[in-house]
Each structure stands twice: as structure tokens, then as C-alpha cells.
């Protein structure tokens, strides 16, 4: 245990902490509002073609960071203006340009006579290599991305619920549409020294999935997501470091498998939870066909008997055996 | 009283094609008209172009005696578009969407006023959701997040409502909900353009009705029977309120029949 605190008290362990809590953070942030615009692979396609991005900065010697950055803020305009030109085999083109992007990274790599593992630690990440300017640099980026996205929650909401209410109520949603875009593209970027370029998608919307099983809101999700994303990164990490011990384990992945291991769990508790909320939904109220006693009734209901009691206009059903009792004076009547 | 919609000579043409055309429509204060017709008609296109949706291919467009191009008053306009419902990929719930609709007075990055809490909760109170407005709008039946959509755009507190199909694919139920609902509005003084295929328990509500066929206006006047409004245009009422020649002929509508929906 004692080895355990050594390293995690070490400057790259300390480096990598940070930036998995502020990656942790601002991917389910925007993600969020890809899933809400039913957009939940966007951040995959993204990552595809910011692969090029970290390849020009590897072929140019210029920093991949920035470069991946350039490249993945214009695959996501590329992206968003196919989306908006609501060309029907949209997605069709969208699968191009994740191609295009995953095999140009991959040639542009080879011809600067990289090897396939400096391309491996942006695609499956590399968080305890990160450098200082890196953190600082992810800090920063990360940083915007959920001040924006917490700041100007109230129209990006709108005009992901529906575009044509925010386009009359004068939002400029072109500009909101790219701004999402945009963001997108920036936390691809800043997760991909974190989770790797293939699997920031997932960090993006494992929490988001994860916290919809449980909540009825908007707010609660995007915060919910957010916490989830954080432990899911934060925890990841520290569980790779301590299984490090015993074996390789890579960050990336253990955080990508700890956030689905979230959903995993969450999954059946938001099945029971909305079969629940089903069953209590109060009865329509409508004219009574007949007065229809029950036969000779056994049991009393009533608080906790062990029925589900629903709602009906002004009194309360008892869901019993696929009949409704109604309680009237000594008896029930069938409703 | 002054007209709150003014369209002089609209016409929309999408990919090229001629949707609607020579489209003459002032809607003046405090008015409740029905654009009727078919499917295909046009009637929702024209809402669309009425509220920018579709840009106008010629014709001029004011609203509120400005000119379209530099009109900002958003706040004064409420759009409840034609959709199967008010869900999307996220849950929200019944208060946020609702609460969406104050964007139109909200200033970027100030939390909500005390004003903006008041409105919220009169457009629940207006569409009976108010003991629901915690609720995951998906929970809701079609009706119901009908009725979340009209809150919506009350919450705005506009004087001009633009309702594309509130009614369509909704039980009788919360459609008379619906048109209290209407009623409220109208009472408050709000001009109302309503797309309607079928008026239902809206139909005492309505001044004037105006029935669209084959991306033309062919009746404007006082309100129809469902049944008038199929051959509203063969009637001589067309002449009510546009100049068209007397020698109407036959023949577009012939051809419009062949076309049949779109």
C-alpha cells in the first residue's frame, strides 16, 4: 500500500490526475447536448479525423495538441454543415470523413517515419506521459468548454430540444450549432491524451446514458453526467495505477470500462425505476360504464397491502390480480 | 385596428418548385384565424414563411408594421411548431421546456427573475400541467406534451401566436383542453393563426377562417363547417376579400385535383 501512495504522489501521477478530472468534467458537459441532439457519435467521428490532426503535428513537428485541434474544429464544421444541409444519406457522408480521417492519420504517420506506438498514445491515451504544458493546456480548454456549457445551458438547450421554437424565438442557432461543434471538437482534443482519440466518445456518453436511467430532468443529467464522468475518470485512473502492480493496465481503457461498468449498474435500477412510475400513472377519468361490485372480497385494502394503488379522478385504485378496486362504502367496486 | 401580419404577394418556392404562390394575408390585432385546407395545401408552409422558417421567394412580409428583414421583437411572436412531441434524447423535464420558451426575454447569462418564474408557472397554470411540471415530458401522453408546447410559447408572453397542427393525433380530451386554452389566450387580448386540418371543439373560437388549396389562398372569410371547407374555393365567397378575375377558371383545379397530396 505504502508503494501505492508513492505513486500517486509522484509529479506525473499528479499531472495525470488533473487532467483526468478536468477531462472527467467537460466530455459528458457537451456531451450532453451531442446525446440530446441524438447525436451521440459525433465525438467518435470527431476522434476519427483528428487523427490526421496529431499526424500533421507529428509529420510537421509542429505540437499534435494544435494541430488536432485545427483539424478536429474543421472536420466538426464539416460535419455540422452536412447535418444542417439535411442531406438524407448524411450519416453516409459522415462515415467518409471518419474514414478519410483514421486512414490519413494513419499514411501521414508512416510517411514522417513515426512509429505505430507514437500513434497509439493518442489513440488510446497517454495520461501518464502528459507534460506540463499539456496539463495547463487541458486545464484551460477544459475549463471553457464546461463555463460554456454550464453558462449557456439555457440556449444550447433550447435549440438542441427544438431548433425551429429557438430559430422564432430569434436565437441565431447556426451560431449555437457550430458552437457545439466547435466544443465538441475541443474536448476531443483535450480527452485524447486522457482516454485516447478512439475512445473520448465514450467518455462523452457513458455518463450522459448513465445518468438518464435515473433522472427526470435536464439539469440533473447534465450535472449528474458531469460528477459520473469525473469518477469514471478520476477512479480509472487511481484503479490502473494500483492494478499496475500486478499487471499492465492501461488508464484508458480501465476508464472507459469503469464509466460502462456506471451504466452497467444504473441500467436495471432505471428499467424498474420507469416500469414503477408506469404503474402509478393516475386513470383517465371517464363516464363509469355500470356500478360492478367485486365478488366476495377477502382482503382489505388499503396503505402498504401489498397492491398498487393508482390515482383515479377523486378516489384510489387497487391494481389487483389485472383488476381495479375501488373502494364504495363496505365493498369494491371493479373499475 | 392595426394588422399585426401583413404578406403581400408570398410565394415559397422549395428546391426550385412553386409551393405557394400569389398569397395575399393580413391578420389585424387580436384576431383568431384558421388556416384550413389539405394536406399539401400549403398551410403549414405559409406559417413556416410567416414566422422566417422559409425564406419568401418574392412578396413582402411585415409583422407588427415592420419589415420582415428588420424585425427583432422576437419576444412578441409564440411558434408552437408541428411535432409528434416534446421529447429529445435527454430527459427534460415538463418545467424546462417550458421554461425554454423565456428565452425570447431572457438576456444571455442571467438567471431567472422573479418575472420569468411568474410567466413559467401561469403557462402551466393556462394548460393544467401545473401539478406535472416536475415530470419527464416524455412521461406524458401525446396530448399532454401538445399542451407543454402551447406553454412553451405562452411562457413568452407573446401577443402573436403562430400554432402549426396543436391538434393533430391528440384525443378529444386535451383537445378541448387545447381550445380553452385558446380561449384564455385570445381573451388576453393575443391574435392567434391557427393551422388546423380539422377545427373540432376549436371551431366557436375562430373569427375568420382561411382555407389554402394547391399553395393558393381560396377562401378568406367568416369561419366554415368542416364539410364547406373541401369546396370552399368552387363557392363564390372567394371573392371576399382578394381581387382575382371573374373568369375563374377551372382548369388549375383541375389539375390540382389530378396532382393530387403532395
Not at chain 1, 247 to 262: D, E, H, K, M, N
Not at chain 2, 111 to 138: K, N, Q, T
Amino acid at each position: 500500500m505504502s508503494e501505492y501512495v508513492d505513486l500517486l504522489s509522484m509529479a506525473f501521477m499528479q499531472r495525470a490526475l488533473l487532467a483526468a478530472v478536468f477531462t472527467g468534467l467537460a466530455a459528458p458537459a457537451i456531451g450532453t447536448y451531442l446525446v440530446q441532439r441524438r447525436m451521440a457519435l459525433m465525438g467518435d467521428g470527431i476522434g476519427h479525423v483528428a487523427v490526421t490532426g496529431v499526424a500533421i503535428g507529428l509529420f510537421t513537428g509542429a505540437s499534435p495538441t494544435w494541430t488536432a485541434v485545427i483539424v478536429a474544429i474543421a472536420g466538426a464544421i464539416a460535419i455540422e454543415v452536412i447535418r444542417e444541409r439535411g442531406h438524407a444519406n448524411g450519416d453516409v457522408a459522415l462515415a467518409l470523413l471518419f474514414y478519410g480521417g483514421l486512414a490519413g492519420g494513419v499514411l501521414i504517420t508512416g510517411l514522417a517515419n513515426e512509429s505505430g506506438a507514437r500513434l497509439n498514445q493518442f489513440l488510446f491515451g497517454s495520461i501518464t506521459t502528459i507534460s506540463d504544458t499539456d496539463v495547463i493546456v487541458t486545464m484551460v480548454l477544459a475549463a471553457v468548454v464546461v463555463l460554456i456549457c454550464v453558462g449557456l445551458a439555457p440556449q444550447l438547450f433550447a435549440v438542441a430540444q427544438d431548433q425551429e421554437f429557438a430559430r422564432v424565438a430569434g436565437l441565431n442557432i447556426r451560431a449555437y450549432n457550430l458552437l457545439v461543434a466547435v466544443l465538441a471538437a475541443v474536448t476531443v482534443t483535450v480527452a485524447m491524451r486522457t482516454v485516447g482519440l478512439l475512445l473520448v466518445s465514450a467518455l462523452m456518453v457513458v455518463p450522459v446514458a448513465t445518468s438518464q436511467q435515473l433522472s427526470r430532468s435536464f439539469r440533473t443529467t447534465l450535472g449528474a453526467a458531469m460528477a459520473l464522468g469525473t469518477a469514471a475518470s478520476v477512479g480509472g485512473l487511481l484503479l490502473s495505477a494500483y492494478l499496475s502492480f500486478e499487471a499492465r493496465v492501461a488508464p484508458g481503457p480501465t476508464i472507459v470500462l469503469l464509466a460502462l461498468a456506471g451504466f452497467v449498474s444504473a441500467w436495471p435500477v432505471g428499467i424498474w425505476l420507469r416500469r414503477r412510475r408506469r404503474l402509478r400513472q393516475p386513470f383517465p377519468v371517464v363516464p363509469v360504464v355500470a356500478h360492478q361490485e367485486t365478488d366476495e372480497h377477502p382482503h382489505q385494502h388499503g396503505e402498504d397491502c401489498g397492491h398498487v394503488a393508482v390515482p383515479h379522478g377523486d378516489h384510489v385504485d387497487y391494481v389487483h390480480d389485472g383488476h381495479r378496486h375501488a373502494p364504495h362504502g363496505k365493498h369494491y367496486d371493479e373499475h | 385596428m392595426s394588422s399585426v401580419v401583413e404578406l403581400e404577394n408570398g410565394a415559397v418556392s422549395i428546391a426550385g418548385r412553386p409551393i405557394l404562390r400569389h398569397i395575399d394575408l393580413t391578420v389585424r390585432s387580436g384576431e383568431f384565424v384558421a388556416l384550413m385546407g389539405a394536406n399539401g395545401s400549403g398551410k403549414s408552409t405559409l406559417v413556416r414563411a410567416l414566422t422566417g422558417l422559409w425564406p419568401l421567394t418574392t412578396g413582402s412580409l411585415s409583422l407588427f408594421g415592420t419589415p420582415f428583414g428588420s424585425f427583432h421583437d422576437w419576444q412578441r411572436v409564440g411558434f408552437v411548431p408541428q411535432r409528434g412531441g416534446a421529447a429529445s434524447g435527454v430527459p427534460a423535464s415538463v418545467w424546462e421546456v417550458v421554461a425554454s420558451g423565456r428565452l425570447t426575454r431572457r438576456k444571455l447569462l442571467r438567471p431567472l427573475g422573479r418575472a420569468d418564474r411568474a410567466a413559467i408557472a401561469d403557462a402551466l397554470d393556462v394548460v393544467g400541467l401545473a401539478h406535472r411540471a416536475r415530470e419527464s415530458v416524455s412521461s406524458l401522453s401525446g396530448g399532454q406534451q401538445q399542451r407543454v408546447l402551447i406553454a412553451r410559447a405562452l411562457a413568452g408572453e407573446p401577443d402573436l401566436f403562430f400554432l402549426d397542427e396543436p391538434t393533430a393525433g391528440v384525443d378529444l380530451p386535451n383537445q378541448q383542453v387545447l381550445a380553452d386554452t385558446l380561449r384564455t389566450m385570445s381573451g388576453r387580448g393575443a391574435t392567434i393563426v391557427l393551422v388546423a386540418h380539422e377545427l373540432g371543439p376549436m371551431a366557436p373560437l375562430i373569427d375568420r377562417a382561411v382555407v389554402m388549396r394547391d399553395g393558393r389562398i381560396a377562401y378568406d372569410g367568416s369561419p366554415l363547417a368542416s364539410e364547406q371547407v373541401a369546396t370552399a374555393h368552387l363557392d363564390g365567397h372567394h371573392h371576399h376579400h382578394h381581387h382575382e378575375p371573374d373568369h375563374h377558371d377551372h382548369a388549375p383545379h383541375v389539375s390540382s385535383l389530378l396532382e393530387g397530396d403532395r
